[in-house]
């Protein structure tokens, strides 16, 4: 694990890893639980789209934790390696933009994860 900024591969330290593989977790029990409620109130079949926002937190906290990279401090030109919250600047417009390019990347990895959760829970013959 890296313990050090790399423009566009890795903004976050061990503990804020850690909250996005928490936050993975949430968004994964309550994708779970969405499904489950679903079925066991019999809705009609179009409403398993709706799991499609709880699936997306799954997957953008997946996708943050496995890339070791945060979106929105991509976005934002900022890392960590400290504390939680304790966030630095990033000094080069170039790593900015590798940033900014990274952060893209996750957020359209993070739909696709989550559209493809929905798809096949929609496709389910439940």
Request: proline share 3%.
């Amino acid at each position: 694990m890296s313990s050090e900024y790399i423009p566009g591969t890795c903004n976050l330290g061990p503990q804020e890893i850690r909250s996005r593989q928490l936050v993975a977790l949430f968004g994964g029990a309550l994708t779970i639980i969405s499904a489950l409620t679903l079925i066991l109130t019999d809705q009609g079949k179009s409403a398993r789209f709706s799991i499609f926002i709880p699936a997306a937190i799954f997957a953008i906290g997946f996708i943050q934790s496995r890339s070791k990279f945060c979106l929105a401090y991509g976005v934002a030109g900022t890392f960590n390696f400290g504390k939680l919250g304790q966030v630095s600047k990033v000094a080069s417009a170039e790593d900015r933009r590798a940033d900014r390019k990274t952060a893209g990347l996750i957020f359209v990895k993070s739909i696709a994860l989550a559209a493809v959760i929905t798809a096949v829970f929609y496709a389910l013959p439940l």
